[in-house]
């Protein structure tokens, strides 16, 4: 099955500064790979997503690149800001079976 | 719209005993998610449905957790002989079916075992 691993576990950053958060997966059959926002007590919501016909998505401060002969993806944060802190989950999907990363708690300084 | 729904928030149970986790998805959503969260990690997949049937429950971690969802709505997680390892929040999620990957998740129900 897939297995997918995230890096860093905790990222700490200064408020402006971009953040980098990196994911490999394990199954070549995985086309669709989402972020996720979670902060504390409260339910993860999608925040970006990517499919494997497409090597970079941006939308405003965010953006996620992917490279399928490497089997990794990432996600920027540009110009942080300190509503950003929160645990990001990266996961990856074929069709609907879906496998999230152990998540990155960044916490963005002011 | 309502999103999806489940009960309930919390939940305390004593070691052995059996609970039952109820999830209501986004209307017309066919496919829907289990998942078991504990604290510092990631959802950890459990089970999901495509309509009725489970499409893929190898990550139940034993036959103490079933999960039926007999009409391809409202779902049901069950938990027999409780253990303290079970403690974590159970997130559920649902979506369109295909290609329609994105996942949309329910307060989740956090479970304690005493």
């Known amino acids: 099955g897939e297995n997918v691993e995230q890096h860093p576990s905790t990222l700490s950053v200064q408020e402006g500064d971009s953040a980098v958060i990196k994911c490999t997966y394990s199954?070549?059959?995985?086309?669709?790979f989402p972020w996720y926002k979670q902060e504390l007590g409260k339910r993860p919501q999608l925040i970006i997503d990517i499919r494997s016909n497409v090597g970079e998505k941006k939308d405003q401060r965010i953006a996620v690149t992917l490279n399928k002969t490497a089997k990794h993806f990432s996600l920027h944060i540009t110009e942080t800001q300190p509503e950003d802190s929160a645990v990001y989950f990266c996961?990856?999907?074929?069709?609907?079976?879906?496998?999230f990363g152990a998540g990155t708690r960044l916490t963005v300084k002011p | 719209g309502a999103g999806v729904s489940q009960t309930p928030s919390n939940k305390v149970t004593e070691k052995g005993k059996y609970v039952e986790l109820r999830c209501d998805p986004i209307s017309g959503h066919t496919a829907l998610y289990w998942y078991r969260q504990s604290l510092g990690q990631g959802p950890e997949f459990l089970i999901y449905f495509q309509g009725t049937g489970a499409a893929d429950d190898s990550g139940l971690p034993n036959d103490r957790f079933f999960a039926v969802r007999p009409e391809g709505s409202v779902s049901t997680l069950k938990i027999q002989r409780t253990e303290r390892g079970d403690s974590a929040v159970y997130l559920c999620a649902s979506s369109l079916s295909l290609r329609a990957n994105e996942q949309f998740f329910g307060p989740g129900t956090r479970l304690t075992v005493l």
């Open positions: 996961a990856a999907a074929y069709n609907n079976d879906m496998r």
């Open positions: 199954d070549s059959a995985s086309n669709y």
